[in-house]
């Protein structure tokens, strides 16, 4: 792990993502790529005239001293930190970024539990996890400062899960925490019978070269909806991050149904860990 990308926009909710990202970076000697967006338009940006030209410079020497500011942190002493300023809030461009520096993971902050329509920056949190081609942690309330040492992974043992699972996979192993898979069955027309149950875990743990005496290790919850099942276990079993799938661009609304995956982000008091199907 080399790298890590944390968009910021001065707030709490982005401190405490950068407060995370410093913990990781020093466990892993990492560098922190810290990046605002500005928000002017093409009007300012484009225009030749002074007065326009003379608005753009200001605004970019505000924001060059609010992020110098706003780095002066001890948790980043002895961390490699590199500032970025963009001009406007286009989020393919942290992607491109990500692909460009080779970086392992975006980390974003949350105002909490009231929805990803919410987050520190809106909607955009959401379009990062679109664009994203790499991880992206959301933090909610609270920094990440001690060590992961469990991760729930929610799963329903698709072919789609496959990829995002070897991802997390890897990446898991890099912080040397373990994965501890749930699959939630439901009083719905998705209900699947043990037999149907030990079938699709049998064949995914083939598809993924998993030891197949590990099935014994998957946790089967039973509850009215997923969210409220892979939650109920998250949170019973003390994990420290809840880990999904998601379609990227089609917005996270994988596993099984609707939009469960975006349910259990709005939702969910633990930090989000994100992987693109």
């Not at 009007?43 to 992020?67: C, G, M, P, R």
């Not at 902050?109 to 009231?114: A, E, L, T, V, Y």
């Amino acid at each position: 792990m080399k790298k890590i990308i944390v968009p910021v926009d001065f707030s709490i909710h982005s401190e405490n993502a950068l407060q995370t990202a410093a913990f990781i970076a020093k466990k892993n000697n990492a560098e922190i790529i810290v990046v605002h967006m500005l928000e002017l338009s093409n009007a300012v940006i484009t225009q030749s005239d002074t007065s326009s030209s003379e608005e753009a410079f200001f605004y970019l020497k505000l924001a060059e001293k609010k992020i110098n500011t706003f780095l002066q942190k001890e948790y980043l002493s002895d961390v490699k930190v590199t500032p970025i300023i963009k001009h406007f809030k286009i989020f393919s461009e942290l992607d491109e970024l990500a692909k460009e520096e080779g970086v392992d993971f975006i980390i974003m902050g949350s105002k909490g539990i009231s929805g990803l329509k919410e987050m520190f920056i809106g909607s955009n949190t959401e379009r990062v996890i679109r664009y994203a081609n790499v991880p992206v942690l959301v933090i909610k309330d609270k920094p990440i400062t001690k060590e992961i040492e469990k991760v729930v992974f929610a799963c329903d043992f698709s072919d789609d899960d496959v990829a995002p699972y070897l991802k997390a996979k890897t990446f898991f192993r890099k912080l040397d925490c373990n994965i501890q898979l749930v699959y939630v069955n439901t009083p719905s027309a998705k209900f699947s019978s043990s037999k149907e149950v030990e079938e699709k875990m049998i064949a995914f743990f083939n598809k993924t070269n998993e030891d197949i005496s590990n099935i014994n290790e998957v946790k089967i919850v039973f509850d009215y909806t997923v969210e409220q099942g892979v939650l109920y276990f998250a949170n019973k079993s003390k994990a420290d991050i809840v880990a999904v799938a998601t379609h990227g661009r089609k917005g996270i609304s994988h596993f099984f149904e609707g939009s469960i995956a975006e349910d259990i982000a709005n939702h969910s008091k633990l930090p989000i860990l994100s992987f693109k199907i």
